[in-house]
Each structure stands twice: as C-alpha cells, then as structure tokens.
C-alpha cells in the first residue's frame, strides 16, 4: 500500500544532491599545491592532497543501483527505489562535508602558518611557532567525526524545514561509507 509520501523523498533527494554539487564545487576550488615546493609534505598541504582525492573519490564511486523489489505495485517500487537513493544521495553529503570540514581546516592551517612566516622561509626561530600550528590542525581534525557531521547536518536541515522523517542513521551510513572506500 502506498504511503504518499514519495513526493517527500523526491524532494529530499533532490535537496541532498544539490547540496552535494554545492560540496563537491567547493572541494574542486581549493588549491592544494603549495606556493613553494619545500613545502609540499607540511601537514596542512597534505592534508589539502588528501581532500582533493577524497572528493573525487565520493563523486565517482558508483552508486548501488540494486533496488529491491517493492510489494505492491508502482508507488511501493518508486518508494523502494526513492530511499535507497535518499541512502546514496545522504551518505555522499555527508563525507562532502566532512572533507569541506577538513579542508576548512587545513586552509586555516595555511593562513596560520603564513602569518607565521610573514613570507619568509622556515628557520630555527619558526619551530615553536610552526610545532603550535601542526597541533592546532591535527586537533580541529580530530574533533571532525562522523557523529559531528550527522548532527551538524541533522539541524541544518531541521533549520531549514527540510523533511527528514526516513534520513538514515548515522550507522546506515557509515556502513555505505564503508563498503565504498
């Protein structure tokens, strides 16, 4: 029996996958190169390398295309087919933006170290000041978790009136997170 809710879920998807595009744009305009070469394999710059492959490894990880068989005619199948791409569409969403988090902090991190250096080269009397940077972007990166991100996401969208009645758990996706990595 239909629940007349397909319309929803359409609409969801839809709002999850344009927040995705927005993400996934956001991603591909950071420069992860350093200005110069000694600092290629800093810990922000890395970090920067690393969002810029995680991006485009969530956007071109194949979508689980096997629906299954909805009981009980046209409507049920759509709703079958509507939520295992609302599993698709959140679960991408949500590792966007935690790359766009991590991102957001190893940008920082740049910043940070630039006004250190205040366009100099690194030398002895950088180190205090350099060590305090490095820790202060492996921190922020370890407060970026996959419960941080589904409750952040959860009131973004509550904030936005968004309709959020059959998102997935947080377990449903990590467990899709998984099985694409």
């Not at 194949?62 to 509507?82: C, I």
Request: aromatic share 6%; glycine share 4%.
């Amino acid at each position: 029996m239909a629940d007349g809710l397909n319309d929803a879920r359409a609409t969801r998807v839809a709002d999850l996958l344009s927040d995705f595009r927005a993400l996934q744009h956001n991603i591909a305009s950071v420069t992860c190169d350093p200005p110069h070469p000694d600092d290629f394999y800093t810990e922000g710059y890395a970090a920067l390398r690393q969002c810029s492959v995680d991006g485009q490894h969530v956007l071109n990880v194949a979508a689980d295309t096997r629906v299954p068989t909805g009981r009980g005619g046209q409507a049920e199948q759509e709703k079958a087919e509507l939520t295992q791409v609302l599993l698709d569409s959140f679960s991408r969403r949500h590792e966007a933006q935690k790359i766009c988090m991590r991102q957001s902090a190893a940008m920082r991190w740049v910043a940070y170290r630039d006004g250190v250096l205040q366009g100099m080269r690194p030398d002895p009397s950088h180190v205090p000041a350099l060590v305090s940077c490095d820790q202060a972007l492996r921190a922020e990166l370890a407060t970026i978790t996959d419960e941080n991100i589904y409750n952040l996401m959860r009131n973004s969208d509550f904030t936005m009136g968004r309709w959020t009645d059959e998102d997935p758990s947080l377990r449903n996706v990590q467990r899709w997170l998984r099985s694409r990595r």
